[in-house]
C-alpha cells in the first residue's frame, strides 16, 4: 500500500472550512484514497473514500488532485464536534481482506 | 442494528493473566478485525479474518489468539498478559464489497 503523509496538527475556527492536505505520491493506479476519523477515546468513523473523482457526502468533500498524488478532505462548516484526529489511508480496493493501514494521521483541533 | 459491540470498556489485568475480549457483530459483515493503539499512536492490526474458520496475522500478533468460529463473533485472547499489552483494543467488521469499516467502542487493558 502507498504511504502516506499528513501534518501532525492543524487549527480551524468554528464556522469555516477545515482544509486537510495528504500526500500519497507513489500511489498506484488502484489504489483508493480513504478518510477515517478518530474522535477522543472512541473507535474511528469512515468518512469518504475516492479513486480519482472528486466526492462528496453528507460529511465532507474529498479532492484529488489530477494526478491523484495529493487529496485534500473538506469539512465544509467545521464544529466543535469535528475535533478530532483524521486519517488519510491508500488501499487497494479488493475482496480478499481489506486490512487499513492507519499512520498517525492530524489532530484537527476546532476553536470557537 | 446494534453494530459492532465489544465486551468489557475496561480491564485490569495482572502480570501473567488471561482474558478474552469480546466482539460481536448484528451486520452479516464478512471481514473481522483487532486492532490495538497505543497512547498518541494509529492503530496497529493484531489479527483479522475474512469469514468463519479462516484467521490471518496482522501486524503485531504476538502474544494474542483469536478464533472465528460464527459469522457473529470475533473474540480475541491474551494467554500471559504482559505490560506491553497495556492498550486499547478495537474491533471492527467491513462486508465483502466494501473498505469502509465499521468499529466497535473499544476496551481499555492495563496490565500491571
Known amino acids: 500500500d502507498a504511504k502516506t503523509t499528513q501534518p501532525t496538527s492543524m487549527d480551524c475556527a468554528e464556522g469555516r472550512a477545515a482544509n486537510l492536505p495528504c500526500n500519497h505520491s507513489?500511489?498506484?493506479?488502484?489504489?483508493?484514497v480513504y478518510w477515517y476519523r478518530q474522535i477522543h477515546s472512541q473507535g474511528p468513523q469512515y468518512i469518504i473514500h475516492?479513486?480519482?473523482n472528486n466526492e462528496t457526502n453528507e460529511m465532507a468533500s474529498l479532492i484529488i488532485t489530477e494526478d491523484r498524488k495529493s487529496s485534500t478532505l473538506i469539512l465544509p462548516h467545521a464544529t466543535l464536534r469535528d475535533t478530532a484526529v483524521y486519517y488519510c489511508?491508500?488501499?487497494?480496493?479488493?475482496?480478499?481482506?481489506?486490512?487499513?493501514?492507519f499512520g498517525e494521521g492530524t489532530q484537527l483541533t476546532v476553536n470557537p | 442494528n446494534a453494530g459492532v459491540t465489544q465486551t468489557p470498556k475496561f480491564r485490569i489485568l495482572k502480570i501473567g493473566q488471561s482474558m478474552t475480549l469480546q466482539c460481536t457483530q448484528d451486520?452479516?459483515?464478512?471481514?473481522m478485525y483487532w486492532y490495538r493503539q497505543d497512547p498518541g499512536m494509529g492503530l496497529k492490526l493484531i489479527y483479522y479474518?475474512?469469514?468463519?474458520?479462516?484467521?490471518d496475522k496482522g501486524e503485531v500478533p504476538n502474544g494474542y489468539n483469536v478464533s472465528r468460529s460464527t459469522t457473529e463473533d470475533f473474540p480475541l485472547r491474551l494467554e500471559l498478559a504482559a505490560p506491553s499489552q497495556t492498550s486499547v483494543y478495537f474491533c471492527a467488521s467491513n462486508p465483502l464489497w466494501s473498505n469502509e469499516q465499521y468499529f466497535g467502542p473499544g476496551t481499555r487493558l492495563t496490565v500491571t
Open positions: 489511508i491508500v488501499r487497494v480496493e479488493e475482496t480478499s481482506g481489506s486490512r487499513l493501514t
Open positions: 451486520m452479516n459483515h464478512n471481514y
Open positions: 479474518s475474512v469469514g468463519a474458520g479462516i484467521t
Open positions: 475516492g479513486l480519482k
Open positions: 507513489t500511489i498506484s493506479g488502484n489504489e483508493y
